[in-house]
């Protein structure tokens, strides 16, 4: 069965730094592109970052040049590397795979269960 399991969130002051890890467990041959999306409070779900297998990335307006977004292929991992927090990036955040193949063939749609993150002013 495959899991993402999200760490790294917490709470921190704005204008300080945190960095998410979500790892990839299960049977697992290839994986394409990577994301984190987050949720914030009354608000849909946004994406905001993409990484490519082969490393390109995009981010969403809002937090370029402040976040960072990173994997390892060989250990099935995703980070996200966040500076210059403001509290507007308070939000639960969540990795994701778009596709993926397994031992079962191929998998879509993955999702971690979240992490969340606390930015105060």
């Known amino acids: 069965q495959v899991q993402l399991v999200e760490s790294g969130g917490g709470l921190v002051q704005a204008g300080g730094s945190l960095s998410l890890s979500c790892a990839a467990s299960?049977?697992?041959?290839?994986?394409?592109?990577m994301e984190w999306y987050r949720q914030r409070p009354g608000k849909q779900r946004e994406l905001v970052a993409t990484?490519?297998?082969?490393?390109?990335?995009n981010y969403a307006d809002s937090v370029k040049g402040r976040f960072t977004i990173s994997r390892d292929n060989g250990k099935k991992m995703v980070y996200l590397q966040m500076n210059s927090l403001k509290p507007e990036d308070t939000a639960v955040y969540y990795c994701?795979?778009?596709?993926?193949?397994?031992?079962?063939?191929?998998?879509?749609?993955?999702w971690g269960q979240g992490t969340q993150v606390t930015v105060s002013s």
């Open positions: 299960g049977i697992i041959f290839t994986i394409g592109d």
């Open positions: 990484i490519s297998s082969g490393g390109d990335t």
């Open positions: 994701a795979i778009p596709r993926m193949t397994t031992n079962r063939g191929p998998l879509y749609n993955t």
